[in-house]
């Protein structure tokens, strides 16, 4: 989960190696990825000189997609009306292009309708193979954002048994006989454990990013902060 708002991170804000820091210095990174040239009730396009980037959008039905039922079901603080579903989304180039629909999960993809100016925020919900957006994907920052959830939804045998052995790792943080060796030694171990998962999410956002870097306005010093 990454988020950041209007040049102040929301989380880790004073720890230099989250990558949460590296989108927040580079201004690179808050900028919309063209101009929009086409404009629908359920599309958008945005080209700059080098790239066209599409996206297509439409409500969320339950009956069409009656696992988002159980989703909603779950999370009580999410409501289907206040998000569109990406049913499309392209980046085109003359040598490359990226399509949603080449993701091996086809993971559902949800972005607010009325998202938060200044304000980026993805979640990959595993277990229901969604991945949430606070808004669109319409800057670099918005694009990274997104593709790291999706890489959370790729490693998603891996997740789960990280995520299970930091749940057991709590349980024993909060066994009241617990010595200060063993409150540090757990903690480490919870630590790395979400680092190199936030990692591997970068690690496959800038694997689907990086054909369309130059494209896009990206340098490679900026991508190597990650």
Same mark, same amino acid.
């Given at each position: 989960?990454?988020?950041?708002? !209007? ?18 210095k ?5 900028? &919309?990825?063209?101009?929009i040239?086409? +404009? ?6 945005? +080209? ?10 439409? !409500? ?7 696992? &988002? +039922?159980?989703?909603?079901? =779950? ?6 009306? !206040? ?6 989304? =392209?980046?085109?180039?003359?040598? @490359? ?9 086809? #993971? ?7 998202p ?16 949430? /957006? ?7 920052? @918005? ?12 490693? @998603? ?17 909060? !066994? ?8 540090y030694? @757990? ?5 790395? /454990?979400?680092? +190199? ?10 694997h689907?990013?990086? #054909?369309?870097?130059?494209? /896009? ?10």
């Amino acid at each position: 989960m990454n988020r950041y708002e !209007d040049g102040v991170l929301a989380k880790k804000e004073e720890n230099p190696i989250s990558e949460e820091y590296f989108l927040y210095k580079n201004p690179q990174f808050y900028k &919309l990825v063209g101009e929009i040239i086409h +404009k629908e009730e359920s599309s958008v396009i945005y +080209k700059n000189e080098q790239i066209t980037t599409s996206l297509e959008f439409k !409500d969320v039905s339950l009956d069409e997609y009656p696992q &988002l +039922k159980s989703f909603f079901e =779950t999370k009580q603080n999410l409501f289907p009306e !206040d998000y569109f579903i990406l049913t499309n989304f =392209t980046l085109k180039t003359e040598s @490359h292009t990226y399509s949603i629909q080449e993701e091996r999960l086809k #993971p559902i993809v949800l972005f607010k309708k009325k998202p938060r100016e200044n304000w980026v925020e993805g979640e990959a919900f595993n277990d229901f193979n969604v991945v949430t /957006l606070n808004a669109p994907p319409k800057s670099v920052g @918005h694009i990274l954002v997104w593709l790291h959830e999706l890489g959370h939804i790729e490693d @998603h045998d891996q997740l789960l048994e990280d995520s299970f052995q930091i749940a057991i790792l709590k349980i024993k943080l909060n !066994d009241q006989n617990i010595s200060t060796e063993n409150i540090y030694e @757990h903690q480490t171990k919870i630590d790395e /454990l979400i680092f +190199k998962r936030e990692r591997k999410g970068w690690a496959e956002a800038l694997h689907r990013i990086r #054909p369309f870097t130059k494209d /896009l306005g990206i340098s490679t010093e900026a991508l190597n902060e990650f």
